[in-house]
């Protein structure tokens, strides 16, 4: 029995859809990754993607069974799945069994009994062993920080307010390590906390990752990229936002003792 998943969006998306793969594969199905979508080409253009090459990602569809070429089957497809979600404002978050029963998946698979321990095991044993010279590097006990803006809109882009509050719900913090896209933060908690910080000297989005899952304390954002550092890393105690964007509540499975808190958007102080 064949199953394809088309394989869309960053690498947070990816893994999200490569779990559910996983979950097809010791249901005893053949899981075939429809990957063109994360090429540039004629389609992603249509669409006013961005594509970015991923290099763990492409580790691990290596040793996976993939397909690159589009068919008219394909474009029937995604035409019919792209119009079903703007008619009916579907997100496409969530996996159940009617979902399995169909034989091609188009979607985020945020929810669903695919995110599952022993899944998260399995994914996070194949992650360290294709980045062993990452995964192995010494495990930080201060706390990582992870701030991202960049492509993220303002109804996206958490204000800074919710960071000091999130560095105020961890007693005794001494260090905390920035992982980011945008170090203006800096000096916003040099001048509230008398806490030792460090900006990650990482110089690649391989090295940002890693240095989030060797950290025992995580303060997130709401991105995908750092949700995935989190649940298959080595963090015991995380602080998460509340919601991912204006709209849309928390929804993602943590597998860590967490604390929630209340955060704003940008465009929320306006």
Not at 38 to 44: A, D
Not at 190 to 198: G, T, V
Request: proline fraction near 1%; glycine fraction near 4%; hydrophobic fraction near 40%.
């Amino acid at each position: 029995m064949k199953r394809y998943i088309y394989l869309a969006g960053g690498f947070g998306n990816n893994l999200f859809q490569i779990c559910y793969g996983l979950h097809l594969e010791r249901k005893g199905y053949q899981v075939i990754y429809k990957t063109f979508l994360l090429r540039k080409n004629v389609f992603t253009k249509i669409l006013g993607w961005s594509i970015h090459s991923d290099e763990m990602i492409e580790s691990l569809l290596i040793e996976r069974d993939c397909d690159s070429n589009i068919n008219l089957t394909d474009l029937f497809f995604l035409a019919s799945s792209m119009m079903f979600k703007k008619i009916f404002k579907s997100s496409r978050y969530e996996i159940d069994d009617k979902t399995i029963k169909n034989k091609r998946y188009f979607g985020y698979c945020v929810k669903g009994e695919h995110l599952s321990d022993a899944i998260f095991s399995e994914l996070r044993a194949q992650l360290i062993s294709l980045n062993i010279e990452h995964a192995r590097e010494h495990h930080n006990d201060c706390c990582c920080l992870h701030l991202r803006r960049g492509d993220f809109t303002d109804n996206h882009r958490l204000s800074v307010d919710y960071y000091l509050d999130a560095v105020e719900k961890i007693d005794g913090l001494k260090d905390i390590n920035l992982v980011t896209d945008d170090p203006t933060i800096f000096d916003l908690i040099k001048e509230r906390f008398d806490i030792k910080l460090n900006i990650s000297q990482q110089s690649s989005m391989k090295g940002d990752f890693f240095e989030l899952f060797n950290s025992k304390t995580v303060i997130m954002s709401n991105s995908t990229f750092c949700y995935w550092a989190v649940v298959l890393g080595n963090a015991d105690f995380v602080v998460s936002p509340n919601r991912i964007s204006t709209t849309v509540p928390w929804l993602f499975h943590l597998n860590k003792k967490f604390e929630s808190i209340d955060c704003l958007f940008e465009s929320e102080n306006k």
